[in-house]
């Protein structure tokens, strides 16, 4: 592997594909509780990004009820 192919790399992603994610499509959340179950939920909608690459569509926490 030459430097300049090591230098390219990020992780498992190459920065050209960690930009391909910018594209995609916003999508509005709103959660019910905010107790237990609501810190659970929360969680899980920030590591969605990590489960499924690239992403169909940014989660974007809009209300709490």
Do not use: C, Q, W
């Amino acid at each position: 592997m030459t430097d300049e192919a090591r230098t390219d790399k990020v992780g498992f992603l190459t920065m050209g594909d960690a930009v391909a994610a910018s594209g995609a499509p916003s999508l509005g959340i709103g959660m019910l509780g905010y107790a237990f179950m609501g810190k659970a939920h929360t969680n899980a909608l920030k590591k969605l990004p990590y489960m499924v690459y690239p992403p169909p569509a940014v989660p974007r926490l809009v209300a709490i009820a």
